[in-house]
């Protein structure tokens, strides 16, 4: 402790004026920074959801002046938290924060890039926010063609430019973590050495340097379209509208795993510290990161089996959206059976790791129907779509980012905090999670078309339920934000490594310093190398260094 | 209050296959996502950090266990994914003897006309067991027909035609809604389907109504478009005979080479509106576009025309 | 995990004046090296998808309307585009033996190639903005002064043409050539920027891994324009 006491000098949170965190090029500040930006956009998105949920209690509209103001704001509540919030939510939080300490390098390959594709965020983001005051947008996230470039009257092309800004921060994101992945590893550090993290934060940036460019032709051509009048995607000007459908799931679909990829690597370093056993089947689990990212490639078009596309295509897509489900089974059957013979402590971060599981479980199934081709034609565009990807986004990717923040909030912050708050709010969270979603998967099946103002009555029940469930939820996101920020009135407390966890960001201080380690660690063995025995006697040690 | 529905209505042919199906799937996702839990909670209470299990020897990977988890799966997904594929193409292919109905979409209402002439907004009356055919496009944005207890739904597009159809098995009022997003008021874009018994449909069609069926509305129109002067055998113009035309495969001249085009409803669209793009062999490409001049509920009425002057032929 | 470490520096070591300078975050200049040039890959992949959608875009295009696509590709003056792929071709050669200037450490071939890179770069900008002007003078850019040609609006009595699929191509014409020219101005920019800085002696070393990265964008450009011209210049030249 008092060797530690010493090096607070030097560790990364050191300066305090806003000149040293504006101009940082430290992975780990600008991870900071990537959290202040996210969270603040998580909680605009939020707001919009509220007020949609609250909306939604009568058949009637009545809360909102008009069918505009609500389209609005689901429109912004998709484009807010889905390339504002989710998309840079893991990678750009804890994979920046994360990776150089987890492969035992000083800092990313190219630090001023990922300070700039943090500035180039913000441009898109305030752009986005822009619209939100001046107006709005109500194309729905997905932009839909001849809707978006002819029909609508709303802020179509600023919505547009943001989204293809916000696409550039993260190419440059991924870029710089395949980079760093591939060049930066300490000694020692061999691809099957390498934490499950970054197997998964790497097929992550493969998709996001492969897919975004094409959501960004896709949005241009919506913007020239939109602009000059000119046919590209309304029939009326002898355009294709089906050609945006294609050029946008394309990337549209991938971005599901660039959300859910970071979160199941997220899991796979929880579930083994809490059960003090080394990961189930290593290689598997890395394998199928890199497949659900290849695969994730040839599934966009099961959005569009009504669309208009011929059978045939259907059936293909359908039959390979099948096989995109298998590595995520493994992962799922591979967490599981760490737990056998372990040690388990449900910890919050376990508990959310588990939560993770399980939701993810449940909106893999539920996706599983989807693919169904047959069934897809009845619930297509229904709720049940909406509460599908609400299971694999909020239950699966939100689940897992709050896990992670648990994890690494004593690395990253140098603090512990509530164990008993952070279990509160990990039970709200499922609770109100399931209270919120499961009533639309109801609602989906009876037909309740997504993007409806007004609804018929005998829906009313399961929308109230859902409502309810609601603000439970939003009771279990606020609760870790005013903890965590508690938290830090506190002198730094947590100790180097307060799970006793191995891997190589826990052998360095907390806060780390400003270059991650004192020495570049040379690495003998592979990750995970945990036991449940004399986990008890470690257990000890864990709370007293957390006192 | 508590007297609200969990389940949908069974209304068409198709329903009960589907829900089969959705049961199927959903039986394989309780059990797997019960099997997940059970086993999590289980694992978590015995292997407590307190407790005193056996811990000896725990297993890092096996690839039997691997392999029961790949295939298991597998074989499952690959269950689903046929049964589900073939039932889909039973709902795309329409029996030949579907009663014709037509639809449109526009911001935001469904007009649809039924081949007796009779044509109805935000409702659609159909007659009990017989299968319907329904022909459809959009006047605007992409819009999507969808009748959740016949468990069907097919995007509207703009400039094409798309169909689907159903067989509808039970007496009743449905609820049919817009599936796709298409602007302001899309939650309102929406009415009633009803089922009725096949007598009672028939006094349905003949109530009100020009009495007029659609293809005599597009014989009207046929002649109020000036087609007829053309096509009906003019001596100054030298224009193809439509009668028989429809379902046939034309020879359509492109560039130096002629290949065959089936005309149907597509062919015969985009022949009124933009008549230069697919001419027909020997002729030369004279008659004007059409384009922005006719409604598409008017342009169904005119293909439906066409259509029945071929049904007579083969008659004939 | 178990690990051992050792008494390696965490900074670098200070860097002579004739050596590479070495960011602090990397252990020695070969990782620099290679970081660099993995980078410019990754980001070339990027770049490749994205020309990969536009050109997914012209392929439906060209496949649902054959006849228009041709037709309106013979109003592009193919003997400039001819002339553009020269000079471009020869950018490269320039390129590349400015490279090998670079790990051969001679500063004044360096210089040299730089130029005559950067001047080829500015011939086929030169080129393309006098083949715009002619587009421009034909009434052929959408959105701002479209009309069907005279002898094609003629020709369209006699064959079966869709104006719109016509004007459609001049849409993805414009889009992709533009883009094109975009990053070629920003090769520019960034062979110039070299040059500049080789001139002023700037780099420590000869800069080798900054123009080895040059190279590998100015070649991507280039290679583009191999694309686009067939795709879009010599569809029906013949004719």
Known sequence: MSAMAVEFKEDYLQAYRLKSWLLTTDHKRIGLLYMATITFFFFVGGAAATIMRLELMTPKGDVLPSPDAYNRLFTMHGVVMIFFFLIPSIPAVLGNFLIPLMIGARDLAFPILNLLSWYVLMIGGSIAIGILIFGGVDTGWTFYTP????????????????????????????????????????????????????????????????????????????????????????????????????????????????????????????????????????????????????????????????????????????????????????????????????????????????????????????????????????????????????????????????????????????????????????????????????????????????????????????????????????????????????????????????????????????????????????????????????????????????? | MWNFPLFPDQASTIAKHVDALYFFALGIAGFFTAMICVLILAFAARYRRKSTADRLNPPTASRTLEIIWIGGPMLLMLTMFTWAAILFYKMYDPPVDALEVYVVGKQWMWHAQHSEGRAEINELHVPLGRPIRLTMTSQDVIHSFFIPAFRVKQDVLPGRYTTMWFEPAKIGRYHLFCAEYCGTNHSAMGGWVYVMEPVEFQQWLSQAGTGASMAEQGERLFVQYHCAGCHRGSQTVHAPRLEGVYGRPVPVQQGTEVRFTLADYRYIRDSILRPKSEVVAGYEPVMPSFEGQITEPDLLKIIAYIKSIGAKEATQ | METVTTHRASGPPAAPSDEPILEVQFDDLEQQHEASSVGMWVFLATEVM????????????????????????????????????????????????????????????????????????????????????????????????????????????????DPRRFEMFFVLYFFMTGLHAFHLIVGIALVSVMALLTWRRWFSGSGETQIEVTGLYWHFVDVVWVFLYPLLYLIDVQS
Not at chain 1, 226 to 234: A, E, N, P, S
Not at chain 1, 360 to 369: D, I, P, Q, S, V
Not at chain 3, 79 to 100: D, E, Q, Y
């Open chain 3, 50 to 161: 994205f020309f990969g959608g536009l050109i997914a875009a012209y392929a439906v295009y060209r496949a649902i309307s054959p006849s228009e696509v041709a037709l309106a590709s013979q109003h592009l003056n193919v003997g400039l585009g001819c002339l553009n792929t020269v000079i471009l071709l020869g950018s490269s050669l320039s390129m590349a033996l400015a490279v090998r200037a670079a790990q051969l450490q001679s500063r004044r071939n360096l210089l040299w190639f730089l130029a005559i890179t950067a001047a080829l770069g500015a011939c086929f900008l030169g080129v393309k903005a006098v083949e715009y002007y002619q587009e421009y003078r034909e009434h052929l850019i959408p959105g701002w002064n479209f009309q069907i040609p005279a002898q094609v609006a003629a020709k369209s009595s006699s064959l079966p043409l």
């Open chain 1, 147 to 547: 809707f978006s470039t002819m029909f609508s009257n709303t802020m179509v092309v600023p919505a547009a430019t943001a989204v293809f800004i916000a696409g550039f921060s993260s190419i440059l994101t991924g870029l710089n973590f395949i980079v760093t992945v591939h060049t930066m590893r300490a000694p020692g550090m061999t691809w099957f050495r390498l934490p499950l993290f970054v197997w998964a934060l790497y097929a992550t940036s493969l998709i996001q340097v492969l897919g975004t460019p094409v959501l960004a032709i896709a949005v241009a051509l919506v913007a020239v379209e939109r602009l000059l009048h000119v046919g590209i995607f309304d029939p009326a000007l002898g355009g294709d509208p089906i050609l945006f459908q294609h050029l946008f799931w394309f990337y549209s679909h991938p971005a599901v795993y660039i959300m859910l990829l970071p979160s199941m690597g997220v899991v796979a370093e929880i579930v083994p510290c809490f059960s003090r056993r080394p990961i189930f089947g290593y290689k598997l689990i890395a394998f199928s990161s890199v497949a659900i990212a290849v695969l994730g490639f040839l599934v966009w078009g099961h959005h569009m089996f009504v669309s208009g596309q011929s059978m045939y295509a259907g059936m293909i897509f359908s039959f390979l959206s099948f096989m995109v489900a298998i590595p995520s089974a493994i992962k799922v059957f591979n967490w599981t059976a760490t737990m056998y013979k372990g040690s388990v402590r449900l910890d919050t971060p376990m508990l959310y790791a588990l939560g993770f599981i399980g939701l993810f479980t449940m909106g893999g199934l539920t996706g599983l129907m989807l693919a169904s081709v047959a069934i897809d034609v009845h619930v297509h565009d229904t709720y049940f779509v909406v509460a599908h990807f609400h299971y694999i986004m909020v239950g699966g990717a939100v689940m897992g980012y709050l896990g992670g923040i648990h994890f690494w909030w004593p690395k990253m912050s140098g603090r512990m905090y509530s164990e008993l708050l952070g279990k509160l709010s990990a039970l709200t969270v499922f609770i109100g999670f399931n209270l919120t979603f499961f009533p639309q998967f109801v609602l989906g099946y009876l037909g309740m078309p997504r993007r409806y103002y007004e609804y018929p009555a005998e829906f009313q029940v399961l929308n109230v339920m859902s409502t309810a469930g609601a603000s439970i939820l939003a009771v279990g996101y606020v609760l870790p934000l005013a903890y965590l920020l508690f938290s830090l009135r506190r002198p730094p407390d947590a100790g180097p490594n307060p799970w006793r966890a191995s891997g190589l960001e826990w052998q360095t201080d907390s806060p780390p310093p400003v270059h991650n380690f004192e020495e570049i660690p040379i690495v003998t063995r592979g990750p995970y190398q945990y036991s449940p025995e004399g986990a008890e006697a470690i257990d000890g040690n864990g709370d007293d260094a957390s006192r």
